[in-house]
């Protein structure tokens, strides 16, 4: 893993940029720096399709003037002209841009001290035979898991590091530094005429984490319980959400609760603050200082500290997610979820998302359901219209019978709105589990349509 520069250069950019802007005439400037490298390898059928290794580098200028105008540039450098020429299209941009009470700097806040566990020495130390050697163990136990798997389209391996640093004319200068891992296979299974492709991956912040062997044995048997999938009959289900599909419903739901959204009218949950809108059995948490999430970090794109926050608590909506902007409007503090890159305004957007396990075991739920269809995967959630909560979606999985699992299930459709989906979870799980930063477990959803033969 390349190792970072020293910290010194990019402070003394900083600085610069921040004098130069007040000197141009902003009233207030912030910078972010950031520094990524990484390392990825792919096999295809086990022959190398992609090694790559690079680093990243960026920083940018945000300018305010009085009236809360913002303006942003960026450069991939640090020399000194260049950042000159940075200064002057960020103030460029502030001047052309539209006026907004709400829009400042804060002054400088400590960020949080505890030991967040971001970064792994095992992940920094990895050689490129350690990559091909995982990427290889994941083909070979993909190819042999499973007679009818005709072909292992990828066994993939990807590592990286990277710091940021914070400045602002009010005062700050603050770092942090993360790396992480991932790994995720990719096959095809093939039985007379049917024929899928299907796979799973894992993140961590820490080698150990991750099971390239696990992961390829579980790529072929989720992609297994599919194949030759028929639809059945259209009526209602109750359908079994296993965590990954389920982790896919909840990164839906964290939209709904940015306050950016609310206030844009974007999401149906707006006028809903201390309402119940969902079942009892749901609680959901966004935590930025999640020891180990691959989300967390001590501060935000604002410079402020990073926090956990209860959006959901026994299906009453307890709070949102806030940068400055929208906490100003609100008149409460920030959550410190401003999602910021180099070259954009700050934003909002959730950390390390994720629903509260239950007390139910996987055949705990398989029996209490009896008869309706466990669903591995989600298909078309990013059409939901986040105002009304309409949906319609193509689902994937296995035909549950007696209270075990039967013959594969394709082609059918579930609609209605998620309103009612909400209100309609009737149990939760106790096999919680991180996809990302998103972290799920399987969730019982009583009496959906779905559209079939």
Known sequence: MKKFPERTAAESAASFLIERAVKRGASAADVLYTFNSGHSLSLLDGEPEKISSGFSLGIGLRTLDSAGRQGVAHVNSLDRNLLEEVVEWSFSNCMSSEPDAFVALSDPIPACTEDLALTDEAVLNLSSSDRMAFCREMWETARSADPRVVSVRSASWGDGAGEVLYASSTGSMMWYEGASAGCGVSVILSSGDEMEMGGYGDESRFLASLQPRATALEAVRRTAMVLGGEPLPTGKYDLLLDPESSASFVEVLGELFLASNIHKNKSFLKGKLGEKIASPALTLVDDGTLKGGIGAAPFDGEGIPCSRTCLLSGGVVESWLYNLKYARIDGVASTGNAARSVSGTPDVDCSNLFLLPGKWTPQDLLLQVGSGIMVTELLGLHTMNPVSGDFSLGIKGVRI???????????????????????????????????????????????VTAAGT
Do not use: H, W, Y
């Not at 009737?426 to 589990?433: A, E, H, Q, R, S």
């Open 401 to 447: 019978k007696d209270g075990t699992l039967s013959e594969p299930v394709a082609g059918m459709t579930v609609a209605g709105n998620l309103k009612d989906v909400l209100r309609s979870i009737d149990l939760v799980g106790n096999d919680f589990k991180f996809f990302g930063s998103i972290g799920s477990c399987s969730l019982v959803i009583r009496d």
